[in-house]
Structure formats: structure tokens, C-alpha cells
């Protein structure tokens, strides 16, 4: 059991991807996140896949998108017989814990994590789902608004920051009790922050970082309403863009505590990386470290995700471990190829679900190989009024909703996705080609059929379980306060040795 390697997860929320073309930009102020890109394969085009916290993480834990896992938003169920990297490892011998953040939406809170350390930071119920009877219908008390960009600045304690404050302290705690010996299994824990999402307000020690930066504006100047993509347009409308003038004050403000917060998560995973060494741990440990989605920073004036630009689907992804030598890869990858990789590493067949998977093990291109496979992504959430999907194919990205004219973009020539060439004839061929593939992965009418009857089901039965008397699904950490520090059913003197790493010095 032992000669398995340790596994640590390390996820953040909606951290553009962009920022990270190899490692954090040089003018991050992330040491300890550059120090693990120096020794990690760096995959510069990681897509999640979806742009939003609960489809895309369902679908990084399990491999599968969203249409297969049926949690096409932040309200929908994730399957408990649906399996996660969680439950192959657990199954193949590993203790799993899980500090943080998850956003499983029903009464499985755990989804083949042995132990759950915190709760989690969004609800649990069925509260936050769309209906795509009503398109256009604002859902105002849990729709994002631009008042997180207007609010923008400086706090010491939030609500986010308690509870990222709460996912280090516990991650800390797991990885010194690891290495008690207590257990003889390798383990697996996932340490799953929710900065750098929004509300942008970030503690003065690490707003003060950025006084100077010269990366405070977008690039690409918000664009009239007019002149946006028809998603785009049903972002800001979803957004509530019309009761809110922006400042530029405000805009520099927002993007400074982002990344501020960048720099204030890579202390708490600093933390947990000194602890991981300290406790010589760290040599026999596989680290990754990756994001769900992340946030397009008010570039073309959209903020948040929900889009398939890269600023809100592409995030960063590194992994370090044992047998790989560290090195960039830049060809598309996906989060759902994070559940096969992991699996790969540590020798795990995933041969009984491989048909139902739609990731692949990066393992073979992080040795220096190639990838055929296209790059797939799903949305169907807020801001949408049937399904859109995306497929990105080396420097091709393209961009299909029924309701929308296509969308295609050359990555390379224009990073910033300005220009449509599905409109150029001198490009018909590679539409035509792009559009075939997408035909082929989607039933864009079944798909959108399924969404519905998702949310119309979910609707009933939320309003039903809020009569009467109401049992929450959201996990309930348990604290055996009896079993812990010092008790009388205890003999002292064993205690104190076998709570002490590392014993006898």
C-alpha cells in the first residue's frame, strides 16, 4: 500500500488561466505557486468543461461532461453512482479527505471522499436553478451582479476569507496527522479554496502588493452592447448591467483584489506545502494544482465566467510528480482529463468506466507525447437559453448554441477573440470541418430537452421540501471532541508519542 505515491490536490476558484501561461505571470506576487511550477509540467491550455463551480467541477472529479453527469448548473444533483478520482482511489486502497470546497449539489456530500473537513461554502439544495421557460427572467436573489466590481477594495475578514482561512488550518492539520503512522494507507487530499472569486476584496497586506501594478486595466476596452456575441449580450443581461455605471476607479480596484487574493491563497498553500515538507512527506507526494473556471476580469466589459472566452474557460493546471520532469506543455488539455491522469500515475485501471469517460490520462503528453483528442466544453446555466458548446482544436476554438450564429476564433493570431471567422469564406473549410465535429459530439435539440425536464423536476421538489419542516443537505462537519487532544479513556504517556512527528529527536 505504502509504495503508492501520496496525492495532493490543490484547487482554487475562478483564476483566469491566462495569468498562467507558465506558471503565474512574472509579475504575480505567488513564490510558492512559482516554486511548485519549477519542479510541475506546466499545461498552458487547460479548458474546464464548463465556465461555472458546480458543472465543472462534477466534471473534473469524474472525467465526464456535463451532459453525462446531468449537473448542467449549480443546482443540479450530482449522481452518487457516478464514480470520482476520489472513489478510485479510495477503492484501490487510499484514504481521501477533503478540506474545502466541492459544490455538490444533493444529499451525498462526499462522493468517495473518506472524510469531509469543512463544509462547503455554497448550498446544497436545489435553490439556484435556472429555468429556460422564462428566457430573459432575471432571478435576482442569487443571480450575479456587477455590485461585487462596485463594491471592490479592502477588508480583513469576509465571508470567503473565513472560510479559506478554515480550509488551510484544516489541510495543515490532515497532513501532520498523515504523517503520524497511525495509517498505513497512502493517501489523497484535496484542499479546494474559494478565492480568487469574486466579491474582488482582498486583505491591505496583500492589496498593498499592488499598488504599482501595471496590469490593473483590461486589455481589450468593454465593447458596446451592441457589437457583443449574443451570449455575451445575455451575460451582462443576467448581470444586471443596466444599474451600473462602472468606474474606472472601480474596474482597477476589482482586478487589484483579485489579484491580490492570488497572492493571499498562495500563502495558505505555502502553508500547506511547508507542512507537507517538514513532515518529509513531500518527496512520495504527487501535487496538482488547478482551478474550475475562471474569470474574465472585465475584459470586453464581461466579468465572472459563464463564457467560453479564454478568460473565463481556460485555467491553470501543474503537475509534480515523482516520475515527471518538469516542462510546458502547450497543447488544449481539459480538467476532465485531471481524473485519468491521476489514476495513470498510481496504477489504477480505469478500464470498467473508460467508455463512459469523455478525459483522457495526460501522463503520456506530459512525457513529451501528442494528443489528437479536441478539447470539449458544455454550458447550459445562467445567461443561457439552450445548451452552448465549444470545441478547441490546436489554435482553432469554435462555438455552437441554436440559438446563435457560430462563433469561430484563431487562438494564435487572435488571443483576444475579436475576430469571428465564421463569417470569412477564406475559413469555410475549417468551420465546416469544426461544425461536423461538434455534430457528431452533440443532439443540441435532445440536449436541450434534457435540460429542461432536469429543471423542471428540480423546481417542484424544491419548493415541495420548503414546506414544512426542512432537513439541509449541506455537510455537517463532525468534531469527536472526546477522541481528540487529551481524554481519561486515554494512557498519557502513548498519546504524547504517537501525537509526535517525528518521534525520538
Same mark, same amino acid.
Not at 157 to 164: A, H, M, P, R
Not at 185 to 198: E, G, I, K, Q, Y
Not at 486 to 495: A, G, I, T, Y
Given at each position: 500500500?505504502?509504495? #503508492? ?7 482554487? @476558484? ?18 510558492? %505557486? ?50 470520482? /478520482? ?11 479527505? %477533503? ?65 479559506? @482561512?478554515?480550509?488551510?488550518? +484544516? ?23 474559494? +478565492? ?19 496590469? *490593473? ?13 449574443? +451570449? ?19 474596474? #482597477? ?14 500563502? #495558505? ?13 513531500? $518527496? ?8 474550475? +473556471? ?41 480538467? %476532465?482529463?485531471?481524473?485519468?491522469? &491521476?489514476?495513470? %500515475? ?11 469517460? @469523455? ?25 443561457? /437559453? ?6 478547441? $482544436? ?5 462555438? #455552437? ?5 457560430? &462563433? ?9 477573440? &475579436? ?14 470541418? *469544426? ?11 435532445? /440536449? ?42 486515554? @494512557?498519557?504517556?502513548?498519546? $504524547? ?9
Amino acid at each position: 500500500m505504502t509504495s #503508492r505515491p501520496n496525492i495532493l490536490v490543490l484547487m482554487v @476558484d475562478q483564476l483566469n488561466g491566462t495569468l498562467f501561461p507558465d506558471g503565474p505571470a512574472d509579475w504575480l506576487h505567488a513564490p510558492n %505557486l512559482k516554486a511548485l511550477a519549477c519542479r510541475s509540467v506546466r499545461f498552458a491550455n487547460t479548458y474546464t468543461a464548463s465556465p461555472l463551480c458546480a458543472p465543472g467541477r462534477a466534471s473534473y472529479m469524474s472525467g465526464q461532461l456535463p451532459r453525462r453527469t446531468g449537473v448542467y448548473d449549480n443546482a443540479a444533483e450530482f449522481a452518487s453512482d457516478i464514480p470520482t /478520482y476520489a472513489h478510485h482511489l479510495r477503492r484501490a486502497g487510499y484514504r481521501t479527505a %477533503l478540506s474545502g470546497k466541492m459544490h455538490f449539489v444533493g444529499p451525498d456530500q462526499l462522493h468517495g471522499f473518506e472524510e469531509r473537513l469543512t463544509t462547503d461554502v455554497y448550498p446544497a439544495d436545489f435553490g439556484w436553478t435556472p429555468d429556460y421557460r422564462k428566457p430573459g427572467e432575471r432571478i435576482a436573489w442569487w443571480y450575479h451582479n456587477l455590485s461585487s466590481v462596485t463594491g471592490a477594495g479592502v477588508a480583513e475578514i469576509t465571508n470567503q476569507l473565513e472560510y479559506d @482561512d478554515e480550509v488551510a488550518f +484544516h489541510a495543515k492539520a490532515k497532513i501532520y496527522d498523515n504523517s503520524r503512522g497511525r495509517d498505513d494507507r497512502p493517501w489523497m487530499l484535496t484542499a479546494s479554496f474559494t +478565492h480568487p472569486h469574486d466579491p474582488y476584496v482582498a486583505r491591505r497586506k496583500y492589496w498593498d502588493v499592488y499598488e504599482d501594478c501595471e496590469h *490593473l486595466e483590461p486589455q481589450v476596452a468593454a465593447l458596446p452592447y451592441e457589437e457583443m456575441d449574443p +451570449h455575451s449580450q445575455r451575460i451582462f443581461d443576467a448581470n444586471d448591467w443596466r444599474a451600473f455605471e462602472l468606474s474606472e476607479t472601480q474596474i #482597477r480596484r476589482s482586478r487589484r483584489a483579485y489579484f491580490a487574493n492570488i497572492s493571499y491563497i498562495d500563502e #495558505r498553500i505555502g502553508e500547506i506545502l511547508e507542512a507537507l515538507q517538514t513532515t518529509r512527506q513531500a $518527496e512520495n507526494t504527487i501535487i496538482l494544482f488547478v482551478s474550475d +473556471h475562471g474569470d474574465m476580469l472585465g475584459e470586453k466589459g464581461l466579468w465572472f465566467k459563464m463564457s467560453f472566452f479564454d478568460g473565463s474557460s481556460r485555467v491553470p493546471l501543474m503537475i509534480s510528480a515523482p516520475r515527471l520532469e518538469p516542462r510546458l506543455v502547450e497543447t488544449p488539455v481539459s480538467t %476532465l482529463d485531471v481524473n485519468s491522469t &491521476l489514476a495513470e %500515475l498510481v496504477g489504477i485501471d480505469l478500464g470498467e468506466v473508460s467508455p463512459w469517460t @469523455d478525459g483522457e490520462s495526460l501522463v503520456e503528453l506530459a512525457k513529451g507525447g501528442t494528443r489528437t483528442t479536441p478539447v470539449r466544453m458544455e454550458y447550459a446555466a445562467e445567461a443561457s /437559453y439552450a445548451p452552448l458548446v465549444a470545441i478547441v $482544436e490546436g489554435r482553432w476554438k469554435y462555438i #455552437r448554441c441554436a440559438l446563435d450564429p457560430e &462563433l469561430l476564433f484563431d487562438l494564435k493570431a487572435d488571443p483576444h477573440e &475579436l475576430t469571428n471567422l465564421a463569417v470569412d469564406p477564406a475559413y469555410a473549410e475549417t468551420l465546416t470541418r *469544426l461544425r461536423a465535429r461538434a455534430c457528431d459530439y452533440w443532439d443540441l435539440q435532445a /440536449y436541450d430537452a434534457e435540460i429542461r425536464e432536469s429543471q423542471a423536476r428540480r423546481h417542484i421538489v424544491y419548493e415541495a421540501l420548503r414546506n414544512g419542516s426542512f432537513f439541509p443537505w449541506d455537510f455537517e462537519p463532525l468534531r469527536r471532541a472526546s477522541e481528540r487532544y487529551m481524554r481519561n479513556h486515554m @494512557d498519557l504517556n502513548v498519546l $504524547e508519542t504517537n501525537q509526535r512527528f517525528p518521534r525520538g529527536e
